[in-house]
């Protein structure tokens, strides 16, 4: 059976609440299908030791501070499913869990939704899947030969699960710094950080709100045709958070530049030795979790839809939120997503006005 509905939001991570609770207000009818079981996003799969880069009053949604976590002044990830679980039902947001989201077509005046739980004709879809179900992992000579462990990190929880093995982390981002301090810093996993080029660590000081606050910059810069500031990438590419500036300090982070090729049981440098390892972890990155807009024709280069704010160029029915700067000045963070959430909302509500 098909059901009709002004808006679907295709996703209900923290983008997708976010544009639920700006919908609402909007007085438009709406539902969010959500491919997980349960609430919280991609917040309830990552790895044990991990904690936001601001305090809790800096990581909320709209309409609802996110509660301080005892003891942390930085809360962690579970705190983070917590709140986004009272969150969707303090609002009472009409989320339906473990409904996956196949295909959006385009179906004369609506846009025709197909997921798990039916076919949807909807006047106006957002697009808020995010990039944690489609990890990046690049093409490297040798990879076929590889037969130890290999990895993403999706798939990281903890150091006991490699006790007593020799590690390589690859990637010289936040993920990549993350993990590999929480390996060396374990005392029990030979780890070895592999990056492309020696990782930038921001100054100690800076966290998650002076990154909201730069990100902001750069897009109103750009928005007024001023030059551009070049945002957080020119300030670094690592937040050296307690765990990383414990492992850094204490000279558990030295880097090895990217090795040539992956040998059965490990790898080769450049300069032609080899190290053995049991497991590699590559944190490489993601890509925008497009594959339901493919009927849609409206990819270009990296994957990304060319938009204008959150709507899609070639299809204004379309806004797309929460996937990076492309999508509104940190959006991709919990407390950037809510203003992108907003416009969207309210031109979406413009749109479908009689």
Not at 52 to 74: N, V
Not at 230 to 235: D, E, P, Q, R, T
Request: aromatic residues 6%; contains cysteine.
């Amino acid at each position: 059976m098909t059901q009709h509905v002004d808006v679907v939001v295709v996703g209900g991570g923290q983008a997708g609440l976010a544009a639920g609770y700006h919908l609402r207000r909007q007085g438009l009818a709406f539902t969010l299908l959500d491919a997980d079981p349960a609430p919280g996003g991609s917040w309830q799969h990552m790895w044990d030791s991990l904690h936001l880069f601001s305090p809790a009053d800096h990581s909320s949604l709209p309409g609802r501070l996110m509660p301080a976590q005892p003891g942390e002044t930085y809360p962690d990830a579970g705190h983070v499913v917590d709140y986004l679980t009272d969150y969707e039902k303090r609002y009472d947001l009409p989320v339906q869990h473990g409904t996956r989201v196949h295909a959006v077509h385009r179906d004369g005046d609506r846009l025709l939704v197909e997921a798990d739980s039916g076919t949807w004709r909807a006047r106006a879809v957002v697009s808020a899947t995010g990039t944690w179900s489609r990890p990046f992992v690049p093409a490297v000579p040798g990879s076929g030969d590889f037969t130890g462990r290999r990895l993403h990190t999706v798939h990281y929880r903890r150091p006991a699960d490699f006790a007593g093995q020799r590690v390589l982390v690859v990637g010289g981002g936040n993920s990549g710094a993350q993990i590999a301090a929480d390996l060396a810093l374990d005392g029990h996993v030979k780890t070895t950080w592999v990056t492309r080029r020696p990782p930038r660590f921001l100054p100690d000081d800076i966290d998650g709100r002076v990154l909201f606050d730069v990100a902001t910059a750069r897009r109103r810069a750009l928005d007024e045709g001023r030059g551009d500031t070049g945002g957080v990438a020119s300030l670094g590419d690592v937040v050296a958070v307690p765990p990383v500036r414990a492992a850094r300090d204490a000279g558990l982070l030295r880097t090895r530049p990217m090795f040539r090729r992956l040998t059965a049981t490990g790898v080769q440098w450049a300069d032609g030795s080899r190290s053995e390892a049991d497991a590699i972890i590559w944190c490489t990155g993601f890509r925008p979790a497009l594959a339901h807009l493919a009927p849609l024709g409206l990819r270009g280069p990296r994957g990304h839809v060319r938009t204008s704010g959150t709507r899609a160029v070639g299809e204004p029915r379309l806004h797309l939120l929460g996937y990076g700067d492309w999508t509104g000045p940190a959006s991709a963070t919990l407390i950037g997503v809510g203003r992108p959430a907003r416009e969207a909302a309210h031109r979406i509500a413009r749109q479908l006005d009689p």
